[in-house]
């Protein structure tokens, strides 16, 4: 089936450690995108790439890094930079063409006490 | 600049009920609009889309959704509510400028449906 796969569901870590959130994507989607969704707010953009080796930052990209060394891949690293990193992450993916649509994976939760 | 607004944060009605989602934008080219759901923990699933023709459009779950260009509106619409259909209801626009492909989301309006 294709998709977008995002792991793990939860993601617990202690606060001043870094973590990496995967996500990976066998649609052929050249372009990805990582959203950070907290409750009240909709979604907001942290990252996002149109094409590999290559990525932008969005709305709120301070204490993020990602890479897209392949198609089918673009981690999020969250660093101790983030002042309040407890939340809900969306990674989806676009064929990238105009007003194409995004297709979305089912998210990770991640808790830094 | 660009701006999705859905007005109603929070919406109740009971099922069997018809139900009218709003949703503006604030948008100076040809907008190209979607509207998602979502439930609890999960991640987001398009219920339809709409690029030209048309301005009615037919989606997933007996959903449609009306285009309006002079009200700048994209209301999504269901005739007869299920308790299914309880979750979170995102309308967005596709920001299409030179290379820039994204999308500008609204904060969504949460249904609750009661029995």
């Known amino acids: 089936d294709g998709g977008i796969t995002q792991s793990p569901k939860y993601l617990f870590r202690k606060e001043g450690q870094n973590v990496t959130l995967s996500c990976e994507q066998n649609?052929?989607?050249?372009?990805m995108y990582w959203y950070r969704q907290d409750p009240g707010q909709g979604l907001r953009l942290i990252y996002y790439?149109?094409?590999?080796?290559?990525?932008q930052k969005g709305d709120i990209a301070e204490g993020y890094s990602v890479s897209r060394e392949k198609k089918e891949s673009f981690p999020l690293t969250v660093t101790s930079a983030q002042k309040n990193p407890t939340a809900f992450y969306l990674c989806?993916?676009?064929?990238?063409?105009?007003?194409?649509?995004?297709?979305f994976g089912q998210g990770t939760r991640l808790t830094v006490v | 600049a660009q701006s999705v607004t859905q007005p109603d944060i929070h919406i109740t009605v009971s099922e069997g009920a018809s139900l009218e989602l709003r949703c503006n934008y604030s948008?100076?080219?040809?907008?190209?609009l979607f509207w998602y759901v979502q439930s609890p923990g999960q991640g987001l699933q398009l219920l339809l889309k709409?690029?030209?023709?048309d301005t009615l459009v037919q989606g997933i779950k007996g959903f449609e959704a009306e285009f309006k260009r002079s009200q700048s509106s994209f209301n999504l619409r269901k005739p007869s509510v299920h308790w299914s259909d309880a979750a979170e209801y995102f309308c967005?626009?596709?920001?299409?400028?030179?290379?820039?492909?994204?999308?500008?989301w609204g904060l969504g309006t949460s249904l609750a449906v009661n029995p």
């Open positions: 989806a993916s676009s064929p990238g063409t105009k007003g194409a649509e995004a297709f």
């Open positions: 649609l052929n989607h050249d372009a």
């Open positions: 790439s149109q094409i590999v080796n290559d990525f």
């Open positions: 948008y100076g080219a040809t907008p190209y």
């Open positions: 709409y690029f030209s023709g």
């Open positions: 967005a626009v596709a920001l299409n400028a030179g290379n820039n492909r994204k999308l500008i």
